[in-house]
């Protein structure tokens, strides 16, 4: 599994809170994705970090914002939560070093409701 | 834009026969195709990556192709199990380095 961790693994809030959710990497990969599923639609990529402080957005970013202080952590922040975003979201890392390169590792999975 | 397009929603199979899932990809040139696999509430994993010059992969029971000129990567599974059940994702890197971008997935169903 790669050494991903993602927090809280279920998650039931309300229209207009703030919610973060945590990705957590043991192997010092440099490359870190958000994701969300719904049915339908596939993975969609939110957010992506290629180091630390350095991130970029994806083709669903609205409403979403990400923070990567740390190599081992990607957090992934709805300022105001809508019943759009109810989804479950997905954290990967991307491997860069070695003979498979660019194959991702997700994590666990969040479910999150938004009422 | 760059897509991938898995066009089989769902694909129903009697055990012991081959699926075969088909992905394909438009406005681009990927420098290879992966296959991932999602069981329900799990995360995908990662099967097999092949090279667009390669032309075929094989890992057990696994068979991946991948043809430049049709835009297309075909993946089997022989003498398929009710384990193999699952879905199964598509996936390639962007024009954009950093991005992957992955199809919508077939839900594969293999009945005893």
């Known amino acids: 599994d790669a050494g991903i961790t993602q927090s809280p693994r279920h998650k039931v809030t309300e229209t207009g809170t703030p919610v973060t959710l945590r990705c957590h990497q043991t192997?010092?990969?440099?490359?870190m994705y958000w994701y969300r599923q719904d049915p339908g639609h596939g993975l969609r990529l939110i957010h992506y970090s290629y180091g630390v402080k350095d991130t970029d957005k994806g083709e669903v970013s609205d409403g979403y914002s990400v923070s990567r202080s740390k190599t081992e952590d990607f957090l992934l922040t709805l300022e105001s939560a809508t019943s759009s975003q109810t989804s479950v979201y997905f954290c990967a890392i991307r491997e860069d070093r070695g003979p498979v390169t660019d194959t991702q590792y997700f994590g666990p999975g969040t479910r999150l409701t938004v009422l | 834009s760059q897509k991938i397009e898995q066009n089989s929603e769902a694909l129903n199979i009697q055990e012991g026969k081959t699926a075969t899932l088909t992905c394909n990809y438009t406005?681009?040139?990927?420098?290879?195709l992966q296959w991932y696999r999602q069981d329900p509430g799990r995360g995908p994993v990662f099967l097999l990556l092949i090279r667009e010059n390669e032309k075929e992969k094989r890992k057990e029971r696994l068979k991946v192709t991948f043809d430049t000129t049709l835009k297309q990567s075909l993946f089997h599974i022989t003498a398929s199990q009710p384990a193999d059940s699952a879905t199964y994702l598509c996936?390639?890197?962007?024009?954009?380095?950093?991005?992957?971008?992955f199809g919508s997935g077939t839900r594969l169903s293999i009945r005893p």
């Open positions: 996936a390639s890197r962007a024009s954009s380095a950093s991005k992957i971008i």
């Open positions: 406005n681009y040139s990927p420098a290879y």
């Open positions: 192997e010092n990969h440099r490359y």
